[in-house]
Every structure is written in structure tokens, then in C-alpha cells.
């Protein structure tokens, strides 16, 4: 009978530790639970925005969400030719001397899209000015034997330039950065929700800002076709008013070209029942 007292004192104390160990752990589950579910729905935060603001977002069936690129999202095609043209030189490295070209060519190119816009007659006439000058050292340097461009191109490839792909894989890992801020920036920044009645825009630390559709149409202009290619079919939409003045432009907006169909629904139905409206009242006026 002696040994129950003891055994049941010693139950007591090995609950009282599981209740001390349980309290102890309980803060720290509290911390670290929370904190790896806000790490992983960040994480697919980040891997689906780049889907989201592509295809644009439709909170209703009269509401369509589209996002405003930021210069900083062109990014985007450095990085993917850095990344991917590093991995194939690091097994290939015999082709490095092509991937280092490819990676002049594409910097020039993102380059040359913040720098200048080119329309598509622009483009047009700029490639036919090209070709027009190419001809001609062709027909100097065969007809004439005066070398005029193939002096210039001999320089450069005497140059050999090739990829190197650490330098190539940290320029990649370093422009991440902004162009990750750039999604931050149009999520926050650059969000534009069309409806039948308005149109809002959400800038965040500053508040929101609405546009009464009264009487205001649209229209699509794909002023840099560089820029069309990088935001996957971008443009801007402008407001304009009966006397074709431009109240408010939205700059680049992603995929325009695919989501216009969407937009023209949305943006038509407010002329629709205003027109009914007119007519209801011309009715109720004769009467």
C-alpha cells in the first residue's frame, strides 16, 4: 500500500514536467507556425504574380483588372537569357562565343527599348533605312572593292566576345531585385479596376482614386512595338472625351492586346445604358 502514494506523487510530477515542456514549447510553435505560413503564401504570392498581372484579374463579370508596367519589368528577358544561357555554357562551354553574342544582343535591345520608342511604321522605316545602307556597302565592296561595313564587322567579331557564365548568373541574380520590385510596384501602384460605371486605381500610402465614365471613350495605342514584345502584348489605353481630347492615359498596360476583348465588353456596357436611358427620357418627354 505504501508504493501507490509514491507512484501516484511521481505520475504528478511527470505530468507537471509534460505541462512545463508543453508551455515551453507552445510560444515557440506559436512563433514559427505562423511564421512559415507567411513565408510559403509569400513565396505564392510572388510565383503567381507574374501570371495575375499578365492575364489581367476580373473580380465580377463586369469587372475587369489590368496592372500598369513598370519600366523596371523589362527586365525580365535580360534575366531569363542570363539564367538560361549560363546553365547551356556551363555543359557546353564550346558555345560560349554564340550565348555571349546572344547576351550583347539582348542588352542592346533592352537598352534600346528604354531609350527610344519605335511604332511600327518607325520600325519599318528604321529596318528599311538599315537594309538600304547594307545594300549599298554590298553593292561598293563586290562592284567597287571598297570595304565600307565588312571592315566594321570583321572588327567586331575579331573582338570574340563569350559568355561568361558567373558574371552572366550574378547580373541575373542582381536584377532580380528590381524587377521583383517591379511587380511590388504595379501590385501596389499599378492596379486599374474597369467596371461599367467607373474606373479605380489604388495607389498605396496615398490612397484611391475614381474616374467617372461619363461620356468618355476608348482607345488602344501600341506606340513601341519593343515594348508590346516584353509586356506580352502591352499598350496604353486612353480616355478621350467627344472632341477627341485625351482626359487620362494608362501607360503600358500588360497583355493589353489579349484582355482588350474583356475591356470593350466592360467599357461598352455604361455607353449601353446611357443610350437607354436617353431614350426613356425622349419618351417620357413626349408623352
Known amino acids: 500500500m505504501g508504493k501507490y502514494p509514491e507512484e501516484a506523487a511521481g505520475g504528478e510530477e511527470s505530468r507537471g514536467r509534460d505541462i512545463a515542456e508543453h508551455a515551453a514549447t507552445a510560444p515557440r510553435r506559436q512563433i514559427i507556425r505562423p511564421a512559415f505560413k507567411a513565408f510559403f503564401q509569400f513565396a505564392r504570392f510572388m510565383i503567381t504574380l ?18 500598369s508596367a513598370h519600366p523596371s519589368f523589362f527586365l525580365w528577358l ?30 542592346m535591345y533592352f537598352l534600346v527599348t528604354l531609350l527610344y520608342d519605335f511604332s511600327a511604321r518607325k520600325l519599318a522605316l528604321w529596318v528599311l533605312i538599315f537594309a538600304l545602307i547594307w545594300l549599298t556597302s554590298k553593292y561598293f565592296e563586290d562592284i567597287k572593292n571598297v570595304a565600307i561595313l565588312s571592315s566594321l564587322f570583321d572588327y567586331l567579331a575579331s573582338l570574340q566576345p563569350k559568355l561568361d557564365p558567373g558574371t552572366a548568373t550574378v547580373l541575373s541574380w542582381l536584377l532580380l531585385l528590381p524587377w521583383f520590385g517591379s511587380l511590388l510596384h504595379m501590385a501596389l501602384n499599378g492596379r486599374k479596376k474597369f467596371s461599367p460605371n467607373e474606373i479605380g486605381e489604388f495607389h498605396f500610402g ?5 474616374t467617372d465614365r461619363t461620356g468618355l471613350r476608348f482607345r488602344t495605342q501600341y506606340r513601341d512595338v519593343l515594348e ?13 472625351d467627344n472632341h477627341q481630347n485625351v482626359i487620362k492615359r494608362w501607360d503600358n498596360i500588360l497583355g493589353l492586346f489579349f484582355l482588350w476583348k474583356d475591356l470593350d465588353r466592360v467599357l461598352h456596357q455604361r455607353a449601353a445604358v446611357m443610350e437607354m436611358g436617353d431614350e426613356e427620357k425622349e419618351k417620357s418627354a413626349e408623352h
Open 78 to 107: 535580360l534575366i531569363l537569357v542570363g539564367f538560361v544561357s549560363a546553365s547551356i555554357v556551363d555543359r557546353e562551354p564550346q558555345l560560349a562565343g554564340f550565348f555571349g553574342w546572344l547576351y550583347v544582343w539582348v542588352l
Open 228 to 240: 508590346t514584345i516584353l509586356t506580352i502584348g502591352g499598350g496604353d489605353l486612353l480616355a478621350v
Open 50 to 67: 507574374p501570371v495575375v498581372l499578365i492575364r489581367g484579374r476580373r473580380g465580377n463579370v463586369d469587372e475587369v483588372t489590368v496592372y
Open 206 to 210: 496615398e490612397g484611391s482614386e475614381l
